[in-house]
């Protein structure tokens, strides 16, 4: 029920306008003045104020001063003024008043003003809901970001007391929150676990999926499993927990920190960039695996390498390969390898911030559509 606070010292017209009022459906508080009618305000707390411009205690133009430093766009007041009063009328409406009405007043004539002014005041209370709903939802995002980000590795070097080996990681949502994700641990004393991943879709179903993906991954890889077999478990429990046909492409490898082989299986996922340090860059080949979370019983592939001290390998999502400049041109494998290249023997932080530098610097202000995720290791022997 919309409220009205009415203030007028005419008490005997006053009467016969809130009785009007009442008929009509309004909540109506009377004030025999202003000053009366604001200290009424924090109990009334009125949607809608009916002021006479001439009271004897604070008038109306007064009051509509105060009313109007509370800065409630919701709160509307229609003034009240003699007839021909237009030099007052003038100031109300100058100083933020919704509309007017004259002595005597046309009761038809209020009723449609009080109608329009209800208008106004339900449409603004009704955007200030939606406002403080889509707050309320932004903060939301805001924790789950914080969440999210929680969940993945931040502390690099990640292993100080393993020299043979140094490595950095970076995610970098499209929205607040994201579906891709790294990761990295130690399997065992000698071998070091990495992996990358982007799943299907992007926003909070996605983030959702990725913890799962994540979590899944991690405790079958840390089980000491091949990367192959670690895949098809991983996917076979994927496929259970799937919703909305989604899925999540993976790139998972092993390490062995003491000879610089790996073995990796490759879920339908970005080939990985092997930068040699006395030889060409270039892509590593597929292993033939599908997107875990697609089609359960399948078997995985995986195939191995060996680094020399100074190789590194650069895994990513393709929110790098698929980059687009203002002219809807993709950044692409081609340009990805030569960033590649320029960064080769530096370390995996400044590799990830060269690339990361091409990458802006081709999209020169284009909107990120998708997630970016980098991380790239280096095998010092």
Request: glycine fraction near 6%; charged fraction near 25%; hydrophobic fraction near 40%.
């Amino acid at each position: 029920m919309i409220k009205i606070l009415f203030a007028d010292d005419d008490l005997k017209y006053s009467m016969l306008l809130k009785s009007f009022l009442q008929q009509h459906g309004y909540d109506v508080t009377y004030a025999g003045n202003g000053k009366k009618a604001w200290e009424q305000f924090p109990e009334v707390k009125p949607d809608l104020v009916l002021l006479d411009i001439n009271m004897p205690e604070m008038d109306g133009l007064t009051l509509l001063t105060k009313i109007n430093e509370m800065r409630n766009p919701a709160l509307k007041c229609i003034i009240v003024s003699a007839y021909g009063d237009m030099e007052n009328i003038r100031t109300a409406m100058n100083h933020g008043a919704f509309d007017f009405a004259t002595k005597p007043i046309d009761m038809e004539d209020l009723e449609r003003t009080i109608e329009k002014a209800v208008e106004q005041i339900s449409f603004i209370k009704e955007a200030q809901k939606e406002h403080h709903q889509l707050e309320e939802i932004q903060y939301d995002l805001n924790v789950a970001r914080e969440i999210q980000q929680s969940i993945l590795p931040k502390q690099f070097p990640p292993f100080p007391q393993y020299k043979q080996f140094d490595l950095y990681a970076t995610m970098s949502a499209a929205k607040a929150v994201g579906g891709d994700f790294y990761d990295f641990f130690l399997v065992d004393d000698n071998h070091l676990g990495f992996t990358i991943a982007d799943v299907s879709d992007k926003g909070i179903p996605a983030a959702i999926f990725m913890a799962i993906s994540r979590t899944v991954i991690r405790a079958t890889a840390l089980r000491q499993l091949s990367p192959a077999v670690c895949m098809k478990e991983s996917n076979d429990l994927l496929c259970r927990e799937s919703v909305n046909g989604m899925f999540v492409t993976t790139f998972y490898a092993i390490l062995n920190i003491h000879t610089g082989d790996v073995v990796y299986c490759n879920g339908g996922h970005n080939r990985p960039v092997w930068i040699r340090k006395n030889d060409k860059v270039s892509l590593l080949p597929m292993t033939g695996g599908m997107a875990l979370g697609v089609v359960p019983g399948l078997a995985y592939k995986e195939q191995s390498l060996k680094l020399e001290a100074g190789d590194s390998l650069f895994l990513y999502t393709d929110g790098i390969s698929e980059a687009m400049n203002l002219r809807n041109e993709q950044y692409g494998d081609i340009r990805l390898v030569e960033a590649c290249s320029s960064v080769k023997n530096q370390s995996p932080k400044s590799m990830i911030e060269g690339i990361s530098e091409s990458v802006h610097s081709f999209v020169n202000g284009a909107t990120q559509s998708d997630d970016i995720t980098m991380l790239a290791l280096t095998y010092k022997g």
